[in-house]
């Protein structure tokens, strides 16, 4: 593996199109909605991504490297919470949350997997 850029991480590519699918989905929430569910669900679901990037730029040193991870992990869990009260608001069908639900379990279990292994990530020196 000689990824050189976050950008070329999957779990960054999933988190990314993941957000914006969320965007786009929440242009159609009620306007009452616009600061304040459709806001949060952009916010965190922008955080996962952002946060992969950073962790990946920490990669010298593994405990901020797996710490940013768990921040991503924590953004994805949140969005996930944000778009289950959307469904059930009814601004959501159940078809669109359960592929972003999905989505973002596989991404999920890929900052799992990362941050229960940092050596396979980190710079050595």
């Not at 359960?98 to 292994?117: F, K």
């Amino acid at each position: 593996m000689n990824i050189r850029h976050f950008r070329e991480l999957t779990v960054w590519q999933k988190g990314i199109d993941l957000a914006m699918e969320g965007f786009r989905l929440t242009k159609s929430f009620p306007p009452e909605e616009r600061f304040s569910l459709a806001d949060q669900v952009r916010r965190s679901s922008r955080s996962v991504p952002a946060n992969i990037a950073e962790a990946w730029r920490k990669r010298r040193y593994p405990a901020a490297f797996v710490s940013k991870l768990n921040d991503a992990e924590g953004e994805a869990a949140e969005t996930q919470t944000h778009l289950e009260i959307a469904l059930r608001c009814g601004y959501l069908n159940q078809s669109d949350f359960d592929r972003l639900d999905a989505g973002y379990e596989e991404v999920l279990s890929m900052l799992t997997q990362m941050a229960s292994h940092p050596e396979q990530w980190t710079i050595r020196p």
